[in-house]
């Protein structure tokens, strides 16, 4: 292995590195990966709401997704995947919904004046 200090090669067995003194050791390098409990990821509430909220009121849904997504990555919880569908589902709604009101907009603009 390799000092992660100075990068000269050392002995697998050592705990110090005999060229510049810094612990090369496994235990006193990650002490803070160790002592960490895994504890078991949370699903962000918010993002589940913004999934559903999606289905049905776009704009909604788009609000609560945006703000779960940063939830989550802020504080590490699950449910971005869902607050990401949340975000695509909204604006491919809002977007077909603009779509049909130019159409409409567009058609009725060239109805002969009765
Ligand atoms: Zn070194």
Redesign the pocket.
């Known amino acids: 292995m390799y000092?992660k200090?100075?990068?000269?090669e050392?002995d697998e067995t050592a705990t110090f590195?005999p060229?510049?003194?810094?612990p090369?050791s496994d235990r006193s390098v990650e002490p803070v990966k160790e002592t960490a409990p895994a504890a078991p990821v949370r699903t962000n509430q918010l993002a589940i709401v913004g999934f559903v909220l999606s289905f049905f009121v776009a704009l909604a849904g788009l609000i609560c997704s945006i703000i779960a997504r940063k939830q989550c990555r802020e504080n590490g919880e699950g449910g971005a995947g869902f607050a990401l569908a949340g975000i695509i589902i909204s604006i491919a709604e809002i977007v077909l919904v603009l779509f049909y009101v130019v159409i409409f907009v567009v058609v009725v603009a060239h109805l002969p004046m009765a």
Not at 19 to 22: E, I, L, P, R, V
């Open positions: 000092c200090k100075c990068g000269k050392i590195c060229a510049c003194g810094a090369v």
